[in-house]
């Protein structure tokens, strides 16, 4: 157990990280480990400094800082049980767990992720059900959700999402997920509710972008080409392209371009994707 003084160090940092200052957080975390003398204390803080990392976009740092801390709990704890109490020989091989889900999906290793994802929830369905990792449960039961859709699984994703309960800062990402699950089941009218929603409540660079060329697509099938237009300009409007396929966004535009009669528009939006295409070695 953490001294007064710990506790209340340990506790401002969880602030700043739910409070999204993440880099002050992460600065507080590692201070804090670095100062501890308990082994058992300084794993328990290293599992919110690698969330911090993942949640910065810092996969390597948090893939680094778990392994150390796999290490440092594999000393601790010989053999991991399960249990319904709080306990850091029984929570923290959970949290290291999930940790390497977390870790694994930021890396891309869908796969991977999923297996480690159902390895868990069998694993540990006591830990899973108190009160303390009821928010852990609840991003476990939706990442499952991302992860299938990611899989292109779609029908299991949609019905996982529908059950699942997103935590606040996740429902935007949910929003999209569960659209695109209606839109690759051809549902697209419920596909556009869901990405209008995702939009509503914020996203980010990659997801935004995705969200708006795939709603584009959406209005495109629902036979609202001003609205399909509006959604790939946004698009192309965007800083960041790196995850944009822009030929196939000049071609979307200029589809719905002659179907709204802008022939010119039309006519330059082929140019574009002309340009745009990889060019053939002699």
């Not at 972008?209 to 609205?227: F, K, Q």
Request: net charge negative.
């Amino acid at each position: 157990m953490m001294n007064a003084t710990d506790a209340q160090r340990f506790r401002e940092a969880t602030r700043k990280y739910q409070g999204g200052n993440l880099s002050q957080a992460l600065q507080e975390f590692r201070e804090l480990a670095n100062n501890t003398n308990c082994p058992w204390n300084k794993a328990e803080i290293q599992t919110h400094e690698v969330i911090v990392l993942v949640e910065m976009g810092e996969t390597a740092a948090a893939r680094l800082c778990l392994d150390e801390l796999k290490r440092a709990v594999s000393l601790l704890i010989g053999s991991p049980s399960d249990g319904y109490e709080y306990d850091l020989e029984v929570s923290l091989p959970l949290m290291v767990r999930y940790l390497e889900i977390r870790v694994a999906y930021a890396e891309g290793k869908k796969c991977e992720a999923l297996r480690l994802l159902d390895e868990l929830v069998s694993s540990y369905p006591k830990q899973l059900s108190i009160a303390e990792f009821r928010e852990t449960s609840q991003q476990v039961h939706v990442l499952r959700g991302f992860l299938l859709a990611d899989l292109e699984r779609w029908d299991e994703a949609k019905a996982c999402l529908e059950s699942a309960s997103p935590p606040d800062k996740w429902r935007s990402a949910y929003c999209y997920y569960l659209g695109r699950c209606e839109f690759e089941l051809k549902k697209y009218r419920k596909a556009k509710e869901k990405f209008r929603e995702a939009i509503s409540l914020g996203l980010t660079s990659p997801l935004e972008n995705e969200v708006h060329y795939t709603l584009g697509i959406t209005e495109y099938y629902l036979s609202d080409m001003r609205a399909a237009k509006y959604q790939f300009e946004f698009c192309a409007k965007a800083a960041d392209k790196r995850d944009i396929d822009m030929a196939r966004l000049w071609e979307w535009l200029e589809a719905t371009s002659r179907a709204l009669g802008q022939l010119d528009e039309a006519e330059n939006y082929h140019k574009l994707m002309i340009d745009s295409l990889p060019k053939k070695v002699n």
